[in-house]
């Protein structure tokens, strides 16, 4: 998404060439291999830890920290391990979505008319709103200190990271 709106603010007159189909069935695929991989390495390892404080876990999905509260193991550090893995997974996109902005901002504000740059704008912030959503709730989830978990605050974040970034996709496109 960030390099579509890169392309289309950026370097409109190339953006049949750079955004041609086999170009996006290439981003889609490398999206959907590394969420397949990530999901694969997390499943794997999630059913070889032995739980030893029963099996219900206080959400309403199986969440990895929430799996690992009922982990009695040392398989709790190869856990946080591939949570380090997916970190850097992100953070790799995150990076480039940064990237990405940061040149399309710098596009923009090139543009000499008020109504131009106010159409490029209202073009990408809502993508941009939604990424910081996801982003800073995954981090909030994942990067919290214990002391500050609860069932509650667990599921508000859970709900904010899962359900509301896809539920607001349709209204950015």
């Given at each position: 998404?960030?390099?579509d709106?890169?392309?289309?603010?950026?370097?409109?007159?190339?953006?049949?060439?750079?955004?041609?189909?086999?170009?996006?069935?290439?981003?889609?695929?490398?999206?959907?291999?590394?969420?397949?991989?990530?999901?694969?390495?997390?499943?794997?390892?999630?059913?070889?830890?032995?739980?030893?404080?029963?099996?219900?876990?206080?959400?309403?999905?199986?969440?990895?920290?929430?799996?690992?509260?009922?982990?009695?193991?040392?398989a709790?550090?190869?856990?946080?391990?591939?949570?380090?893995?997916?970190?850097?997974?992100?953070?790799?996109?995150?990076?480039?979505?940064?990237?990405?902005?940061?040149?399309?901002?710098?596009?923009?504000l090139?543009?000499?008319?008020?109504?131009?740059?106010?159409?490029?704008?209202?073009?990408?912030?809502?993508?941009?709103?939604?990424?910081?959503?996801?982003?800073?709730?995954?981090?909030?989830?994942?990067?919290?200190?214990?002391?500050?978990?609860?069932?509650?605050?667990?599921?508000?974040?859970?709900?904010?990271?899962?359900?509301?970034?896809?539920?607001?996709?349709?209204?950015?496109?």
């Open positions: 998404m960030a390099y709106r890169y392309v289309a603010i950026c370097r409109p007159l190339h953006y049949g060439t750079l955004m041609h189909s086999r170009a996006c069935v290439k981003m889609a695929a490398a999206a959907w291999a590394s969420g397949f991989l990530n999901a694969l390495l997390h499943t794997g390892n999630t059913f070889s830890i032995p739980l030893c404080q029963g099996n219900t876990v206080d959400q309403f999905f199986c969440e990895v920290p929430q799996i690992l509260k009922l982990s009695c193991s040392d709790y550090l190869r856990e946080v391990g591939l949570l380090v893995v997916s970190a850097c997974l992100m953070f790799g996109c995150f990076i480039f979505i940064v990237l990405s902005y940061v040149q399309i901002f710098t596009a923009v090139r543009i000499p008319s008020e109504q131009g740059q106010h159409k490029a704008f209202s073009m990408c912030l809502p993508h941009l709103a939604v990424v910081c959503l996801f982003v800073s709730t995954v981090i909030f989830a994942y990067l919290k200190p214990p002391s500050l978990s609860s069932p509650a605050l667990d599921l508000l974040v859970a709900v904010l990271y899962s359900v509301v970034p896809p539920t607001l996709n349709p209204l950015i496109y």
